[in-house]
């Protein structure tokens, strides 16, 4: 692969991530088709349900005769199923193209390598793996989703300089700034699922939207354990999806679903399973310690987003959960606070061609 190749595909990862929070739990995935060093289409996935990248970068290419002659970049290997859209394999191997270099196989079941096998049968030159470690990053939580049967879990909590998240005595505590608020909600936005546990519910009747960015709402869910909250909560109000996780009673109305859960088994790994069916393939978990702690416990967690104020709480409070087996991968200021951005050193996604 030379560096135009690059170029290309990165611009490809770029065109697949302005599907964010539109498309779970399908894969973001762009396309970017090129005849003689120069992009003559290019196209995303843009909807859930909606035309594929392949399909609207194919749709924005003036001369579809030259398609036999350029070369397809393309995020995800192309599908080979009928979904809710029709084969992107058929669709290039019908318009003649010849020259498809992909960034990652994918996943799931119904493609797995039937996409590329299907290109090679027709004598289409393939190519798989060019940025792949940037493609595996991009759609974290599909790949997660399809090798690992949950959600992609990111933990988020915010701490003051002498790491403490809340007060003893329950009464609510602005750690973080106005700017990083903003940016969680921004995340509420890309992710199809928030959580809290019941104190968290209780003590701070959070609203979990999106009413500072603009995006879909989030299915919310909280942890009732025996149905405790009382029914004026901002979390029962039916506005959005919301999943009451419990021992007590199964119930669905409206927008809001109480979910039973066998009291005899692990409660998180049986939850987990749970989303999964429902095709849910990322929770942002917003506390409280609780909660937080019992994922870092369990190992079942994949990234952590910890904003860090220089505020001090200079008494006794809440301690901050603590990740042992955590990797720092980025760092940076928000405005007065700083973002630390772990990431569980435990769990590695596969690459292209590992079971």
Known sequence: MTSSDEIFMRRALELALLGQGKVA???????????ENKIIGEGWHQQYGGPHAEVNAINAVADKSLLPASRIYVTLEPCSHYGKTPPCADLLIQHGVKDVIICNTDPNPLVKGA??????DTGCQVHVGLLEEEGLHLNRCFFTFHTQKRP???????????G?????DGTQLNISNNLSKKLVHKWRTELPAIMVGTRTALLDNPQLNTRAWSGKNPTRIVLDKYL???GHLNLFNQSQPTLVYNFNKQETLPNLEKVKLDEREALLPTLLQDLYNRQLNGVLVEGGAVLLNSFIRTGLWDEAYVFKSNFHL???????PTLPLAFLKHLSPVATDKLFIYTNSQVKLPIAGEE
């Open 25 to 35: 739990p399908n894969p973001m995935v762009g396309c970017v088709i090129v005849h």
């Open 115 to 120: 996409g590329i096998r299907k290109l090679l």
């Open 152 to 162: 992609y879990i990111i933990l988020k909590w915010a701490e003051t300089a002498d």
């Open 164 to 168: 403490f998240i809340g007060k003893t």
């Open 228 to 230: 405790q909250l009382p």
């Open 314 to 320: 200079a008494e006794a409070g809440v301690a901050a």
